[in-house]
């Protein structure tokens, strides 16, 4: 309701605004910015009646995606409108003996709602569909020969709604993938938003991934139900259990804070999976101890663990496990990333929140994420496919 209201406010003083601003200097200019905000109006009630309207399943691919792309529309056009009116009613306050108002504030008010609205324009048309390869190398002390050039793909965070409409640009993600010949394909959860549903039809997309040693993955706290608001706790286990079956079919052996060997040449890959539910800052992370638990005799340990922050919690220098890769992230979607320097707001969250991080002879990497979450826009934090070589230190 309270978004509601705002919405209704904001179409009625922006009019108001663009009249009283451009009308009596220019009418060319005032019809120009009167028919793109129609335009954009009509795509705002669209959006808002359509998902009023809607009587299916909470999370289904669709709903989430008009959920999704209602957000965009308040980041992008209401929060701007909202903005431009304080700034020109301000203007109007500090001119209200003469009726007028400060045209600089009012421009100020545009520049910024122009600004804002294009930077998100261009993140939800180009920055969410940027999908960079990442190629890291790890180098391991003492590592066995047969594992030296090892290639792992990681992928995480594809949060599948968002690829709703999708299907032929992520068939050609999982086209590119092959194309790297993979060793392995690791991937470390939040395939759906907030419920089983939204995998669609998508798991015949993900199964035609293929690696020579096989593709791992585990569970992401949105994978387990956690934001779903109508679920019960009934639900929430039934969820867990389809969504089990659906990465399987999706060509992934789970790792529900467990182990596996993986055997190359003489060599032996430990690959631990540990399962995250909860939300920041309450955080739920699976038993380590019991995952690892009769893990000896190996070459090399990875460990798969959704949330960044349990390797320094609770892996390095308390284990001995080589490598974790984590996701989770997603750089929040938002910041600066260069070959030089990176920031996003998710570090304030996150100290590890894209990229490789070690400390001794461990790693961590830190994927920033296949698909959209909440947003439909990347701004300057594209998604990420990572490419990871192993070799000898």
Not at 144 to 169: A, C, E, P, R, T
């Amino acid at each position: 309701m309270g978004f509601l209201i705002i919405l209704i406010i904001t179409e009625v003083l922006t009019p108001a605004v663009l009249r009283q601003h451009f009308y009596s200097i220019s009418k060319a200019k005032y019809f120009i910015s009167i028919i793109i905000h129609v335009i954009l109006s009509i795509w705002l009630w669209v959006l808002f009646f359509e998902i009023d309207s809607y009587k299916s399943f909470f999370d289904t691919p669709r709903h989430i995606w008009l959920l999704m792309n209602m957000t965009g529309m308040m980041c992008a056009v209401v929060v701007p409108r909202a903005i431009l009116n304080i700034f020109h009613f301000t203007g109007r306050l500090a001119r209200i003996k003469t009726g007028s108002h400060l045209r600089w504030l009012t421009n100020t008010g545009l520049t910024i709602m122009v600004l804002i609205l294009s930077i998100i324009a261009v993140g939800t048309l180009y920055g969410r569909f940027n999908f960079k390869t990442e190629a890291v190398t790890i180098k391991i002390k003492g590592l066995n020969k047969d594992l030296d050039g090892l290639k792992i793909v990681q992928l995480s965070d594809m949060h599948l709604s968002g690829f709703y409409n999708q299907g032929k640009l992520l068939q050609k993600i999982m086209d590119e993938v092959n194309t790297y010949k993979p060793d392995l394909v690791l991937n470390t959860g939040d395939f759906v938003s907030y419920g089983w549903r939204e995998f669609d039809r998508n798991d015949t997309i993900l199964s035609k991934v293929k690696s020579r040693y096989g593709n791992f993955a585990v569970m992401g706290n949105h994978d387990f139900g956690t934001y779903h608001p109508f679920f019960t706790e009934a639900d929430r286990d039934n969820n867990v259990l389809i969504m089990n079956q659906l990465i399987r079919s999706s060509g992934y052996k789970v790792l529900n804070d467990e182990f596996t060997i993986v055997n190359v040449g003489d060599a032996k890959i430990g690959l631990i999976g540990i399962f995250t539910k909860g939300r920041h800052p309450d955080m739920v992370h699976g038993d380590l101890g019991k995952a690892i638990s009769g893990l000896d005799s190996v070459d090399l340990k990875i460990l798969l663990s959704h949330d960044p922050n349990q390797w320094e919690e609770e892996v390095t220098g308390k284990t001995d496990i080589d490598i974790t890769l984590s996701g989770h992230t997603h750089g929040m979607q938002m910041g600066i990333l260069t070959k030089k320097f990176k920031w996003s707001p998710s570090k304030y969250f996150y100290p590890h929140w894209s990229g490789l991080y070690s400390e001794g002879n461990q790693f961590q990497y830190v994927n920033r994420g296949l698909g959209v979450l909440s947003i439909p826009f990347r701004i300057w934090m594209p998604p990420e496919i990572t490419i990871i070589t192993i070799k000898p230190e």
